[in-house]
């Protein structure tokens, strides 16, 4: 039976603006804020045998947790279905009103008919259909913090599934652990890349629990950079054999367990966000701060090459954010691979096109979440993929035309690096624009094109670029906000924006492709966009 081990921290962050002021803060003396977490170790398994380490993860956790001031820690371990149902429910009135609420279980999970299942002790499962009667559904451990400033479920789910020896063959919960979890301002961190197995350890903790027990209580280090600290501690320790990876991040205000120190950090070569262009290190990309506004997503019933998944049309609203003012370069992905990051590709191939200022290319989604998540920790920012919406508005730049050159195509090779005639004279099959700049099949450095009105090089051409979002057919469910819409399985990840070797229809700033997070190829590459 295949090995598959997922492990998901999901941290949904609904921080309401109630913190008191300097003002009254000095003048008063607040109580401690509640602090909740119900720790759960499921081991002694009727029908599938006992796990070594869930009641030593399980111990060191709630030993962090009573660190960084946990008042009130309800320990659990071995639930039957009934007693895990009650567990919960305890733990939903205990939340209500709590600064943090966190939900930290150690056991067997499975995906099944695609919902994730945590697994009672007294759990047979002789089929999949025995799932709704017999384990826990994650959504109801999500409900179970619900009332709380600050969610937190940590599934320390790294076992095989005994249950599925049995099953019928083929069904997906046969080789899979749990399936990905995203929600907006959700960090979900993975034990270990889809398919791969996470180890126990030798000892008497898992590599997992014992760097996130060891992160937990650093101070200095924000919630939303917690996952990214635990993938590389885990990275390291098993020598770059298991690697978590992070599929979403979480923006807002930046939440301690424990306060920064009154020490300033050192950052070298920070320029004010307010002068436009900056950078938060030498190593990190070149920012330029987008102001806020709002903007029509998506493309006109009659635009020319229109692909019906461009609407239906909608007005967003967006945030100030900054952004990459060029694609990641092999440069930038090289910083990251010497700094202890980017360990999974740290040698990404430029099939003959040439690295140093290029854009980075044969790049997975999953490969740039590991960039982000090093530039975070490195700078104490958030760093991240930008949304569809960020993407876009960023891209039109107050403009509402399908292209930068606004329909002349003769200027389009002073914009874009794009299928073009010299393209054409390598590819004779090539649909082209009939401008030449001489660059022929393959990339080209990022500050060859002219810039867009925000200042942003090669948003059209070049590569494409990886976002957030995870793709749907249509925006007809999206609301009024620039945020990423993710969904609790994705298949597909949207990039956007065309490439050197793409042609004219798929170069309108509207137009969406699909890929499967994983993939890697010469025509992908990515930018990043920063929290301000």
């Known amino acids: 039976m295949e090995k598959r081990c997922l492990l998901a921290i999901i941290t949904a962050v609904t921080m309401l603006l109630v913190w008191l002021s300097p003002v009254t803060a000095r003048a008063q003396t607040p109580a401690a804020p509640k602090r909740v977490a119900l720790v759960i170790s499921n081991a002694a398994y009727t029908s599938a045998g006992v796990l070594a380490n869930p009641p ?5 956790i709630a030993t962090a947790l009573r660190e960084v001031g946990f008042q009130t ?23 209500a009103g709590a600064q943090v609420a966190i939900i930290y279980y150690a056991g067997h ?19 999949e259909r025995d799932l709704d009667y017999e384990a826990i559904n994650l959504d109801l451990v999500l409900a179970a913090s619900d009332g709380a400033d600050l969610r937190i479920v940590i599934l320390d789910a790294c076992r095989n599934n005994p249950f599925g020896r049995t099953w019928r063959r083929g069904a997906r919960t046969l080789a899979r652990g749990l399936t990905g979890i995203e929600a907006d301002d959700v960090l979900v961190v993975y034990a270990a890349a889809p398919g791969a197995t996470a180890a126990d350890g030798d000892g008497a903790n898992s590599p997992f629990a014992a760097a996130l027990a060891r992160r937990l209580v650093q101070r200095d280090l924000p919630v939303q950079l917690l996952g990214g600290a635990v993938r590389d501690d885990v990275l390291r320790a098993t020598s770059g054999v298991q690697r978590p990876y992070i599929s979403a991040s979480i923006t807002g205000t930046p939440f301690y367990f424990r306060e920064p120190s009154a020490t300033p950090r050192s950052q070298p070569e920070i320029a004010p ?7 938060d290190c030498d190593a990190c990309p070149t920012l330029v701060t987008v102001p806020a506004g709002q903007f029509t997503m998506g493309s006109p019933t009659r635009e020319i090459g ?26 930038d992905w090289a910083a990251c691979v010497a700094g202890g990051g980017c360990r999974t590709r740290a040698t990404p191939r430029d ?15 999953y490969d740039a979440q590991e960039y982000v998540a090093w530039l975070s920790q490195k700078t104490r920012r958030v760093y991240r993929l930008p949304s569809e919406a960020e993407w876009e508005y960023a891209a039109r730049a107050g403009s509402q035309t399908p292209h930068p050159w606004a329909g002349d195509a003769g200027a389009a090779c002073a914009w874009a690096n794009i ?11 090539a649909v082209t624009v009939s401008c030449d700049d001489g660059v022929g099949r393959r990339t080209s450095a990022v500050d060859r094109y002219r810039p867009n009105a925000f200042g942003l090089n090669d948003m059209i051409g070049n590569v494409w670029e990886w976002t957030a979002d995870c793709y749907a057919d249509s ?24 490439a050197f070797n793409s042609a004219p229809r798929y170069l309108r700033v509207a137009y969406r492709a699909r890929h499967a997070p994983a993939s890697r190829n010469q025509a992908i590459g990515f930018r990043v966009v920063r929290a301000l």
């Open 419 to 429: 299928a073009d005639a010299s393209l054409r004279r390598e590819d004779r099959a």
């Open 73 to 95: 820690i309800d320990a659990q371990s071995n639930l039957r279905r009934d007693g895990f149902q009650a567990a919960l429910r305890s733990f939903q009135r205990l939340a």
């Open 351 to 365: 099939f003959g096109f040439g690295r140093g200022s290029r854009p980075v290319i044969d790049i997975s989604w």
């Open 109 to 127: 999970g499975i995906e099944g008919n695609g919902r994730n299942w945590l697994i009672p002790t007294d759990a047979t499962l002789a089929s």
């Open 306 to 331: 229109r692909v019906a998944n461009e609407g239906p049309q909608r007005t967003v609203s967006v945030d100030a954010f900054a952004i990459g003012r060029s694609e990641v370069t092999f440069d």
């Open 56 to 60: 030593n993860d399980a111990r060191i």
């Open 273 to 279: 966000e307010t002068a436009g262009v900056f950078r």
């Open 475 to 498: 925006f007809a469910e999206r609301g009024e906000t620039a945020v990423a819409h993710q969904q609790a399985s994705c298949a597909f990840r949207v990039a956007r924006g065309g």
